[in-house]
């Protein structure tokens, strides 16, 4: 177990020094500005709309929601696509063929990934003031908003790494974005939830982006606007219990998923997927 | 007879172990390995071993499973049946502290592009520091093993920007960072230009000799393998056909050699059973006339062709499937 932790330890490194990579790389951030930029325009365009039967901004409305879908977003798809990409480039068969290198790859890439969420959580809530109305400054928006980061990114990131393992390839890696997308279109983001058809909010609310993004406006907007929400409330208990619930699945099933991944990497699977890929390039 | 084996009546190699060391000691040992996907018998009853500090070189046709033979061996892939003995392990149970003993060569493609490649280094090397044993301090140190492989001026280089016979090097060097006691190289040299090869070439004959190192390749290069290699091992039809020194192998194969010279401008060709006598009686027949005298032994080529076609032959005739059966097994 020494090792292990040794290992973790390891990891922990290397996420930070992937961090520090993907901070330090002209695409990766010129990717970065471009879908901030886009963001916060819709987000600036919308400032004088006011969320329907209140006085208040939707562009403000809209910053708290995207703050509790980056964290989805990330732990899902980023890591997700992550793994697949990295399992197909020959990544994970290094890690295997290192002592303990499974252990300090998965504690890289969740560490790399945490730290783009906190990140690109530091960077939106720089732009909150630009908006009114969102209480930064509050003790209390601090003591919701950890929790709900922190919670999310358990509930989001094992899940992830599930999803990175399932799918066949680099290129379903986008099917992954796509899915997540679609899920965000229905999950009360960019407006609220109540005004969808009543088995779409259903099915929102199975899945994290929702109460992420509730849980975010939660801490940043003003008591009043739980108004707007389903049952004209908050819902602290069920946003915890379905996060909850969500950290338990991913935390069960990712060791054992991950673990059949693993066991599968070899020299050769690796060069058949290089094969194909070259193919569809060619 | 199908399979030509005759590890058992083998002297020890010319050069490794040296002598008064514990020679003896297996680090691989594999007996009738079998390996089966679906309905096609891959390996069919693989036997060979090695002792620490030789160096082995699998040759074989394409799909004749020395991919597979590897990655088993490696523990990155189960096998159907038979015994196998990696470092006094078996590959399928070996935990942590036994993967830490074992280097392991990969091809790589674009991983880890935007790492430096000492940053790399330095970071995998860090996952053997704990398993360094008296004698063996784990891991290699970082700028010793850039200079050994060649990168020194590519050590803040990022991969992505090396060239491809660069990552090759860097590739060896991954393997090689936890000083293993035994080191897998599949098709190592494939890419590599003579310069880069002569280089590699002089890195595994160091490796084998001051760190003592075991190490098996795979290569499609005969001469290749002729240079490094203390054994060779021909592997056809799932099965090892052949088993030792280049020189054994061909001396096995055909006792004869061609005996070329040339007289008075007119050259000659002979194919002699004991060829010393033959030039000896030439020189006393023909004395000062005699000129541009060369004696060949049946090259490896020659003789790894010959045996692979004879093995073919041979389970062609055993299972009439035989020779669909080797072409139709890929990797």
């Known amino acids: 177990m020494n090792a292990g932790w040794a290992a973790a330890r390891l990891g922990a490194r290397r996420g930070w020094i992937e961090l520090k990579h993907s901070f330090t790389n002209v695409n990766d951030l010129v990717t970065l500005a471009i879908f901030t930029g886009i963001l916060l325009a819709v987000m600036l365009w919308t400032r004088t709309t006011t969320v329907p039967g209140t006085h208040f901004s939707l562009g403000a409305t809209m910053m708290a929601s995207m703050i509790g879908m980056n964290v989805g977003f990330n732990g899902l798809a980023t890591l997700g696509g992550l793994l697949a990409v990295e399992r197909e480039d020959g990544t994970l068969l290094r890690a295997k063929a290192i002592p303990h290198g499974m252990t300090g790859y998965l504690a890289g890439k969740v560490v790399t990934v945490s730290g783009m969420i906190l990140i690109s959580v530091a960077t939106t809530l720089a732009g909150a003031f630009l908006f009114s109305g969102l209480s930064v400054g509050r003790v209390s928006t601090w003591l919701t908003l950890i929790p709900v980061l922190l919670l999310g990114l358990v509930a989001t990131l094992p899940i992830g790494a599930v999803l990175g393992s399932l799918i066949p390839n680099a290129r379903s890696a986008g099917l992954l974005t796509l899915a997540s997308g679609g899920l965000i279109a229905i999950s009360g983001i960019f407006y609220p939830i109540t005004h969808l058809p009543h088995w779409l909010q259903w099915v929102g609310q199975v899945f994290p982006f929702y109460w992420l993004g509730l849980g975010m406006r939660s801490a940043l907007l003003p008591a009043h606007l739980a108004s707007v929400e389903i049952g004209h409330s908050w819902r602290h208990l069920a946003t915890f219990g379905v996060l909850g619930a969500w950290a338990v699945i991913g935390l069960v099933l990712a060791p054992v998923v991950l673990r059949r991944m693993a066991r599968r990497e070899a020299g050769s699977s690796v060069a058949a997927r290089r094969e194909k890929a070259m193919l569809r390039v060619g | ?331």
Do not use: C
């Open chain 2, 1 to 331: 007879m199908s399979v030509l084996n005759w590890s058992g009546i083998l002297s020890a190699p010319l050069t490794r172990p040296a002598p008064g060391e514990p020679a003896e000691e297996l680090v691989l040992d594999v007996r009738d390995l079998r390996m089966r996907y679906g309905r096609a018998d891959v390996l069919d009853g693989v036997t060979f071993s090695a002792r620490r500090g030789e160096v082995l070189a699998l040759l074989g046709p394409n799909g004749a499973g020395k991919t597979t033979t590897i990655e088993i061996l490696e523990g990155f892939r189960m096998r159907s049946a038979g015994q196998v003995s990696v470092l006094g392990t078996d590959p399928a149970h070996g935990g942590e502290a036994w993967r830490a003993r074992i280097g392991v060569v990969l091809q790589s493609w674009r991983d880890h592009a935007k790492w430096q490649v000492r940053e790399l280094l330095a970071h995998l090397g860090s996952y053997y520091a704990p398993y360094t044993a008296p004698g063996r301090p784990r891991p290699w140190d970082v700028d010793e093993l850039i200079a050994t492989v060649g990168l020194a001026g590519q050590a803040r280089q990022r991969v992505r920007r090396l060239s491809g016979g660069q990552r090759r090097r860097l590739d060896v060097a991954i393997g090689i960072v936890g000083r293993p006691e035994l080191l897998f190289l599949d098709e190592p040299t494939a890419g590599f230009d003579p310069e880069a090869r002569r280089e590699f070439h002089d890195l595994v004959h160091r490796l084998a000799d001051r760190e003592d190192a075991t190490i098996l390749l795979t290569t499609h290069d005969l001469d290749e393998a002729e240079k490094l290699a203390d054994r060779i091992l021909i592997l056809a039809g799932g099965r090892i056909i052949a088993d030792g020194s280049a020189d054994e192998l061909s001396r096995r194969m055909s006792t004869q050699a061609e005996v070329r010279w040339s007289r008075d401008g007119q050259r000659f060709v002979h194919s002699a059973d004991e060829p010393t006598k033959f030039v000896r009686d030439l020189f006393r027949q023909y004395g000062e006339s005699v000129e541009d005298l060369e004696i060949r032994r049946a090259s490896l080529e020659d003789t790894y062709m010959a045996m692979v076609r004879q093995a073919e032959t041979e389970s062609g005739r055993a299972d009439g499937t035989g020779r669909r059966r080797l072409s139709a097994v890929s990797g």
